[in-house]
């Protein structure tokens, strides 16, 4: 049976310990503070993240440092796996793929498949985990890559952020555009593109339950039931909105499987403090 090895960042919501228990290897992204790096769940987890934004710290975010990309694809190669399935955050929104690209051509491995995954945190890990199943029991390549497209085809992805405050800071959007919203009272969604190219605004609405009633009735335009998708629901200290909207979402999609996680350093810098992401994944 031949060795194929899955890699995947940490953009996934996937801990270090998570990947050694499934046999995955995590590379992380960078946070970036006062021009110190700081290696995502490594150097810098989410928990210490939370207290530098809570005293208005604005960090950045990059992508994994090239010498440690180098190092880990160089110990692979002398590992001699028969295939490397390298799965990356969307290549819209970081030079992460663009970084692996790039050392697998100065390495010379033809043996690694790099994967786009035009998205951004819990399908990545969704696919990860359904890549590592098949490549154990013996999937070759091409059944896995093909999985994984249909599943990056099938995935949708939401931001609710509790405020405009980090994004402001990031330069996400524009302070004139902030303090409108905060002024009026608007609360925001934020919708990744199918292409995974951009976060764009989706809708605005006074109300949290108008909020999630435009993220379930888009699900339900797009085909998503209990019988054929599971939620995800990464969040930054908002476990109370995490629950309100799994409420409204039983009302509308029934009892649809879900999972709540934690949402990694590198992604909370963007949306903040109190964000809950709602993505949906095929099953």
């Known amino acids: 049976m031949s060795q ?16 050694k228990e499934y046999g995955i290897d995590l ?25 530098k934004l809570g005293q208005g710290e604005v960090p950045t975010t990059s992508q994994p440092n090239i010498g440690l ?21 969307s290549s819209g929104l970081s030079g992460t793929y663009q970084g692996f690209s790039l050392v697998k051509e100065q390495l010379g491995m033809d ?25 154990d029991e013996g999937a070759d390549v091409d059944a896995i890559l093909d999985m994984l497209d249909n599943c990056f085809n099938n995935t949708i992805s939401f931001l ?17 555009a902030a303090n409108m919203a905060s002024l009026l009272k608007i609360k925001p969604l934020l919708f990744l593109l199918p292409d995974g190219s951009v976060v764009d605004k989706f809708g605005m609405a006074r ?23 599971k939620l995800y629901i990464p969040h930054a200290l908002a476990a109370d ?36 992401a709602i993505q949906s994944t095929i099953r």
């Open 111 to 135: 043996q690694v498949y790099l994967v786009d995954s035009k998205t951004v945190a819990a399908p990545i890990r969704d696919a990860a985990l359904k890549a590592k199943a098949m490549a």
């Open 69 to 89: 990309v180098e190092e880990a694809m160089m110990k692979w190669r002398e590992a001699k796996d028969d295939a490397i399935i390298i799965i990356t955050i």
């Open 241 to 276: 909105t995490v629950d309100r909207f799994l409420k409204a979402a039983a009302a509308k999609l029934g009892n649809i499987e879900y999972e709540i996680l934690a949402l990694p350093a590198v992604l909370t810098c963007h949306g903040g403090l109190g964000c809950i």
């Open 207 to 229: 109300t949290e339950s108008k909020i999630f009633d435009m993220v379930l009735d888009h699900f339900l335009e797009q085909g998503v039931t209990a019988q054929t998708h």
């Open 160 to 176: 609710y952020p509790h405020d405009l405050v980090q994004l402001k800071r990031g330069g996400r959007i524009s302070p004139v």
């Open 27 to 51: 590379i992380p992204l960078s946070v970036v503070l006062h021009d110190e790096e700081y290696k995502d769940g490594v150097d810098m987890n989410a928990e210490a993240l939370y207290n």
């Open 4 to 19: 194929i090895r899955i890699v995947t960042d940490t953009t996934s919501t996937l801990t270090f310990a998570e990947a």
